[in-house]
Nanobody, 120 residues
């Protein structure tokens, strides 16, 4: 069973930094695009950043220049380095991945999320 597990969330002051991680586990054959989404209280889940298997990246305008997405294919892990955090970045951050299992069945997977709170 393929799973995605996020970690690294927490409470940080405005202007601070956090690094989120999302590790994929299970019988994995290959991982395609990896992405981060977030859902703030009372709002719909929205796109934050994504990185392709070829390392191409894309960011939401709200985080461009402050957040950096990266991946470690050897560890089946995607990271989100978040700098200069603002109160409006407060949300539950979830990772998303296109994964082909060892059985060659391919599907989209979601993690359960990690809470990020930015407050003084």
């Amino acid at each position: 069973q393929v799973q995605l597990v996020e970690s690294g969330g927490g409470l940080v002051q405005p202007g601070g930094s956090l690094r989120l991680s999302c590790a994929a586990s299970g019988s994995i054959f290959s991982i395609g695009t990896l992405a981060w989404y977030r859902q703030a209280p009372g709002k719909e889940r929205g796109f934050v950043a994504r990185i392709s298997s070829g390392q191409a990246t894309k960011y939401a305008d709200a985080v461009k220049g402050r957040f950096t997405i990266s991946r470690d294919n050897a560890k089946n892990t995607v990271y989100l380095q978040m700098d200069d955090l603002k109160p409006e970045d407060r949300a539950v951050y979830s990772c998303n991945a296109g994964i082909c299992a060892a059985s060659r069945d391919c599907s989209e997977y979601w993690g359960r999320g990690t809470q990020v709170t930015v407050s003084s």
